[in-house]
């Protein structure tokens, strides 16, 4: 098996089942993504009071992907690291279309769980088994 790549959301809310975030900005509403559980929790702590319900998790790309499945059709990108609160006058955030992501994560699910390639032994290795 291969090595995953997690990815690092922000779950909760006032809702008594926990939903991921999301965030507005100019062209709709996006779900934050980060590269790690500080970088979420900064950008949590820079949003007040409003912070103190959620939290941050790291997941899979296979867990990742069945979650942003089921996002309303109102959230149509992820926002990549958006930066804290508090710095985000004048700042570009960069968004990706969450179907595409969600293509992609589901792909990179499936390779991590291919099976790794046997080196290619030559003839007199394979015949003996060594």
Do not use: C, N
Not at 36 to 61: C, K, N, P, Q
Not at 84 to 92: K, L, N, T, V, Y
């Amino acid at each position: 098996m291969t090595e995953s790549i997690s990815y690092v959301v922000i779950l909760g809310g006032p809702e008594p089942e926990p939903e991921l975030l999301a965030i507005v900005f100019d062209d709709g509403q996006a779900i934050p993504l980060f590269d790690s559980t500080e970088e979420a929790e900064e950008f949590l702590e820079s949003t007040g009071d409003f912070g103190r319900e959620w939290y941050a998790i790291e997941m899979s790309a296979g867990d990742l992907a069945s979650l942003l499945a089921h996002q309303s059709e109102e959230v149509r990108h992820i926002a990549i690291s958006p930066p804290p609160e508090d710095m985000a006058g004048g700042m570009e955030i960069q968004v990706l279309d969450i179907e595409t992501f969600t293509v992609l994560l589901e792909r990179q699910a499936e390779v991590a769980e291919e099976p790794e390639e046997k080196p290619k032994r030559g003839f007199l290795r394979r015949l003996f088994g060594r």
